[in-house]
């Protein structure tokens, strides 16, 4: 089995930062992608950003130039770097990982349990 933990959110004011950070652990053969969602309420779950096992970064719109995806291979970790924070990135952040595991070889998409970031002043 695969478990993913983020940690890092919290409440900050308009124009502040947060890093949140997520660790897989357990029966990893191998992480390909791995990326951050998040769902505000009343809304679907979205992409924020990816990173592939080889570095190639992509963004949703909304969070370029303020945002960087990053990750340690070593450590089967993930970060993401949220600078000039707004109100409406509020949302329940969720770390997602395309694993192939030892146990379950086939690679599939493994879940955290969610983070809460509040942009508020």
């Known amino acids: 089995q695969v478990q993913l933990v983020e940690s890092g959110g919290g409440l900050v004011q308009p124009g502040e930062s947060l890093r949140l950070s997520c660790a897989a652990s357990?029966?990893?053969?191998?992480?390909?992608?791995m990326g951050w969602y998040r769902q505000a309420p009343g809304k679907q779950r979205e992409l924020v950003a990816g990173i592939s096992r080889g570095g190639s970064e992509n963004y949703k719109d909304s969070v370029k130039g303020r945002f960087t995806i990053s990750r340690d291979n070593a450590k089967n970790t993930v970060y993401l770097q949220m600078n000039s924070l707004k109100p409406e990135d509020t949302a329940v952040y969720y770390c997602?990982?395309?694993?192939?595991?030892?146990?379950?070889?086939?690679?599939?998409?493994?879940w955290g349990q969610g983070t809460q970031v509040t942009v508020s002043s």
């Open positions: 997602n990982a395309y694993v192939s595991g030892i146990v379950v070889v086939g690679p599939r998409d493994y």
């Open positions: 357990g029966s990893i053969r191998s992480i390909y992608s």
